[in-house]
């Protein structure tokens, strides 16, 4: 029966706001089936019939209408408006990421300068687990702390595969390093938003996340490459491995505890970059691991590019090489600073409140406390949007080798056309994560988590987990869960602060399979059509990270209490 005349309010003919309904079927299993189904839609397209990403995208977009619509009530033109905000939003911010980052790999390829930086690299170390630790991990953290949204896969991604890794390495371990800093990522906004949206106290909040995530930045770098070169492959540099995650992990956890989350990931990726960097002065492995392909099957192994002869450089060409990566990171920073954001949005920033769907929808217990209208404000945030950065340092990084403006603006846009068809992608899935938002379904998912009573320390984990899978974003996650959360800790009496925190922890894992960071690893390594080998690949490594969060959130609710005392 459709549940419509149940949760709308009319004024004489006009719609005035339409009241989200959990469990419209008045059966929790059959209505929590309903709503995973635009997900599952998606992702089995992806991964199990091998349909083009776009096409898959569309297909989860279209289910998700039909489910808001017949199964939830939410009035048609709402769905409509609620998909069509969330295709914006795909394209402003993350889809500009995206494309400005390949332009700037597209400008150094094309100028020679991308095989000298390559070279440098390999001059540190010619063993490929290495230069995942440095790249995918720490250089990876560094640009997950300054920016987030994406850029960290695009960047990380692009210079490995520079490097010969096969596109599934370079795509999958990307994705898989990008887990660990992400609770802190873009200067700690998704913990600054927990707090601000949620009224959980920040330091307290951010010093829990920071006694969770330290002992997975201590194993990812193990995980990582385990994942690339097997056990044997992995121990072989386990000296290696445990200086770079223990020089990440120990700065993550006093700056966390003591300082607060804006510089958490920045810090410790250059305390953990410049440890590794020290330690290879006075360690080398005693076999170098050349192969740049994933140990066991890889199916893009053919499409690996063979390790070439390490060539020397002048200081003046090394200088030249790694000058548009130091522009980059310097503009990146500048534009994740909220003083400079605040700014440029108050030179332009104009804001469109999406008319049919802006206070229109109302969220209700025991979601919320108390019945809460939804906004749908969309900012035109084009100056102080990461992606602008990334576009003005490739500009000035192209000015400074030598292009003209005729060639940068053709190189602009044949980067463009190479890139279209994931540009439509990250819309329609972050218009599908924005539908499923609107229309409760995936308010409905995290209930579904919320019901299992004293294991919920491990399921509400899997619940930020869901989160981030949904929509992408850690911080995402956190404005959807994280009243949920709360309010069930405060019922079973565990402490809000780490349920909250673990809503973000476990959100971390879910990065990697989310349907836009995806997309990013297979545009940056130029393997399109590829996204669901890619998804396949790093869903095991989602789910058994996650659940390792969830059992270790578990210990601390039950086992460890003492990890709960608040550090003045």
């Not at 003209?404 to 044949?414: D, E, P, Q, S």
């Given at each position: 029966?459709c549940?419509?005349?149940?949760?709308?309010?009319?004024?004489?003919?006009?719609?005035m706001?339409?009241?989200q309904?959990?469990?419209?079927?008045g059966?929790?299993?059959?209505?929590?089936a309903?709503?995973?189904?635009p997900?599952?839609?998606?992702?089995?397209?992806l991964?199990?019939?091998?349909?083009?990403?776009?096409?898959?995208?569309?297909?989860?977009?279209?289910?998700?209408?039909l489910?808001?619509?017949?199964?939830?009530?939410?009035?048609?033109?709402?769905?409509?408006?609620?998909?069509?905000?969330?295709?914006?939003?795909?394209?402003?911010?993350?889809?500009?990421?995206?494309?400005?980052?390949?332009?700037?790999?597209?400008?150094?390829?094309?100028?020679?300068?991308?095989a000298?930086?390559?070279d440098?690299?390999?001059g540190?170390t010619?063993d490929?687990?290495?230069?995942?630790?440095?790249i995918?991990f720490?250089?990876?953290?560094f640009?997950?702390?300054?920016?987030?949204?994406?850029?960290?896969?695009?960047?990380?991604?692009?210079?490995?595969?520079?490097?010969?890794?096969?596109?599934?390495?370079?795509s999958g371990?990307?994705?898989?390093?990008?887990?660990?800093?992400?609770a802190f990522?873009?200067?700690?906004?998704?913990v600054i938003?927990l707090a601000?949206?949620?009224?959980?106290?920040?330091?307290?909040?951010?010093?829990?996340?920071?006694?969770?995530?330290?002992?997975?930045?201590?194993?990812?770098?193990f995980?990582?490459?385990w994942a690339f070169?097997?056990?044997?492959g992995?121990?072989?540099?386990w000296?290696?491995?445990?200086?770079?995650?223990?020089?990440?992990?120990?700065?993550?956890?006093?700056?966390?505890?003591?300082?607060?989350?804006?510089?958490v990931?920045?810090?410790?990726?250059?305390i953990?970059?410049?440890?590794?960097?020290?330690?290879?002065?006075?360690?080398?492995?005693?076999?170098?691991?050349?192969?740049?392909?994933?140990?066991?099957?890889d199916p893009?192994?053919?499409?690996?590019?063979?390790?070439?002869?390490?060539?020397?450089?002048?200081?003046?060409a090394?200088i030249?090489?790694?000058?548009?990566?130091?522009?980059?990171?310097?503009?990146?920073?500048?534009?994740?600073?909220?003083?400079?954001k605040?700014w440029l949005?108050?030179v332009f920033?104009?804001?469109?409140p999406?008319?049919?769907?802006?206070?229109m929808?109302?969220?209700?217990?025991?979601?919320?406390?108390?019945?809460?209208k939804e906004?749908?404000?969309y900012?035109?945030?084009?100056l102080?949007?990461?992606?602008?950065?990334?576009?003005?340092?490739?500009?000035?990084?192209a000015?400074?080798?030598?292009y003209?403006?005729?060639?940068?603006?053709?190189?602009?846009?044949?980067t463009l056309w190479l890139?279209?068809y994931?540009l439509?992608?990250?819309?329609?899935?972050?218009?599908?994560?924005?539908?499923?938002?609107y229309?409760?379904?995936?308010?409905t998912?995290g209930?579904?988590?919320?019901?299992t009573?004293?294991l919920?320390?491990f399921?509400?984990?899997?619940m930020?987990w869901?989160?981030?899978?949904?929509?992408?974003?850690?911080?995402a996650?956190?404005?959807?869960?994280g009243?949920?959360?709360?309010v069930?800790?405060?019922?079973?009496?565990?402490?809000?602060?780490l349920?909250?925190a673990?809503?973000?922890s476990g959100?971390?894992?879910?990065?990697?399979?989310?349907?836009?960071?995806i997309?990013?690893?297979?545009?940056?390594?130029?393997?399109?059509?590829?996204?669901?080998?890619?998804?396949?690949?790093v869903?095991?490594?989602?789910?058994?990270?996650?659940c390792?969060?969830?059992?270790?959130?578990?210990?601390?609710?039950?086992?460890?209490?003492?990890?709960?005392?608040v550090?003045?």
């Open positions: 029966m549940p419509c005349p149940l949760n709308l309010y009319i004024d004489g003919d006009k719609l706001v339409w009241q309904i959990y469990d419209p079927l059966n929790m299993v059959i209505s929590t309903l709503a995973s189904l997900v599952v839609v998606m992702l089995a397209a991964g199990f019939f091998h349909i083009k990403a776009h096409i898959a995208a569309g297909m989860g977009l279209v289910t998700a209408l489910v808001a619509i017949l199964v939830y009530g939410m009035p048609a033109d709402m769905a409509g408006r609620a998909a069509l905000f969330g295709g914006f939003t795909g394209l402003l911010p993350i889809g500009w990421i995206v494309l400005n980052i390949i332009f700037l790999h597209q400008l150094t390829e094309q100028n020679g300068s991308f000298v930086l390559q440098s690299l390999s540190i010619e490929r687990r290495i230069q995942l630790l440095l995918a720490c250089f990876g953290a640009f997950e702390g300054a920016a987030g949204f994406g850029t960290p896969v695009a960047v990380t991604a692009a210079i490995l595969i520079g490097l010969g890794f096969s596109p599934l390495a370079a371990l990307s994705l898989i390093a990008n887990t660990a800093p992400v990522g873009a200067l700690g906004t998704p938003t601000k949206v949620h009224g959980y106290d920040l330091m307290e909040v951010t010093a829990m996340i920071g006694r969770q995530l330290p002992f997975f930045s201590l194993l990812v770098p995980w990582l490459i070169a097997g056990r044997k992995m121990m072989e540099i000296p290696a491995v445990l200086v770079t995650g223990v020089s990440f992990a120990i700065p993550q956890y006093l700056v966390s505890n003591f300082i607060g989350p804006e510089l990931d920045i810090i410790a990726a250059i953990s970059m410049a440890c590794l960097v020290a330690f290879l002065r006075v360690w080398q492995p005693k076999t170098v691991w050349t192969s740049p392909s994933l140990r066991g099957h893009s192994a053919a499409e690996a590019k063979p390790p070439q002869p390490v060539r020397q450089h002048s200081r003046q090394l030249a090489a790694w000058t548009p990566w130091v522009i980059l990171s310097v503009f990146v920073f500048i534009w994740g600073l909220p003083s400079v605040a949005n108050g920033a104009p804001a469109f999406m008319q049919g769907l802006h206070q929808i109302e969220k209700v217990p025991p979601v919320v406390p108390v019945p809460t906004g749908a404000v900012t035109l945030n084009l102080s949007a990461t992606g602008t950065g990334i576009l003005l340092s490739a500009i000035v990084s000015l400074v080798m030598k003209n403006v005729v060639a940068i603006v053709r190189t602009f846009f044949k890139v279209k994931s439509l992608t990250i819309v329609l899935m972050l218009a599908l994560g924005t539908l499923t938002r229309s409760g379904t995936d308010t998912l209930l579904a988590f919320a019901n009573g004293v919920y320390p399921f509400g984990t899997l930020g869901l989160g981030v899978a949904l929509t992408g974003s850690d911080t996650s956190n404005v959807l869960f009243g949920m959360q709360k069930a800790a405060e019922q079973l009496g565990l402490s809000p602060n349920m909250g673990a809503n973000s959100g971390v894992m879910g990065k990697m399979i989310d349907a836009q960071s997309v990013v690893a297979s545009t940056a390594t130029r393997w399109f059509d590829h996204e669901g080998d890619i998804l396949r690949y869903f095991f490594h989602s789910i058994a990270l996650a390792l969060v969830g059992l270790y959130v578990t210990l601390q609710a039950y086992v460890w209490p003492f990890s709960l005392m550090v003045h």
